[in-house]
């Protein structure tokens, strides 16, 4: 179980890690759109309603992918596979916790924010953000940014459904591949 929780922890930190470079240069005029855009979208909301969707369906996704990995593991017998599924099972709350205290740092919104800024402002001109900032005032920008939270979620569990049963599949490939060495 170390091995997985250390994995884990190497998959997330990977899956953020980005080459580290200066962020162009950006107009202030466009910077200040774009926070203004950001306003209109209610970004943080937006960014807090995702983490806590990703918070509620990390545990469930990590449960199931570790059970698969452990029960569909040959070297193990039940009895072990037993003892790894309770060991696992206390491990998801540690791992829960460390989520949430990640999501809910006050500092991590402000950083992804100013990460965001050069992105948007490099990719947009300022009209473009100023067209942007009036469909998100508009109701059907509203609609849309309401929305987005649930939308994601229900994507999400879709997503779940259909890459399962693959990452189930991929996760015996490897454990047949494993028995063979």
């Known amino acids: 179980m170390k091995k997985f929780l250390a994995a884990f922890a190497t998959v997330i ?10 962020a162009p240069a950006v107009d202030p005029q466009v910077s200040a759109a774009v926070r203004s855009m950001f306003e209109s979208m ?6 807090r309603a995702t983490f806590a969707q990703m918070e509620a369906n990390l545990p469930q996704n990590m449960r199931a992918g570790a059970a698969a990995a452990i029960n ?3 070297k193990l017998d039940a009895k072990a596979k037993q003892a ?6 206390k491990a998801i709350p540690k791992i829960g916790a460390a989520l ?6 006050p500092v991590l919104m402000e950083e992804m924010l100013d990460a965001m800024v050069p992105l948007y402002a490099n990719t947009y001109t300022l009209e473009e953000v100023r067209q ?8 059907v920008g509203q609609k849309m940014l309401a929305t987005a939270p649930k939308l994601m979620g229900e994507g999400m569990a879709l997503s779940n459904q259909i890459m399962g049963p693959r990452i189930n599949k991929l996760m015996q490939s490897l ?7």
């Open 42 to 47: 209610k970004y943080r909301e937006l960014m």
């Open 84 to 89: 790894k599924l309770a060991e696992l099972e």
């Open 13 to 22: 930190a990977l899956a953020g890690a980005a080459p580290v470079y200066a």
């Open 175 to 181: 454990a047949q591949d494993d028995a063979k060495k």
């Open 72 to 74: 569909n593991d040959p």
């Open 100 to 105: 949430h205290t990640l999501f809910n740092d």
């Open 132 to 139: 942007l900032n009036a469909f998100y005032q508009s109701p």
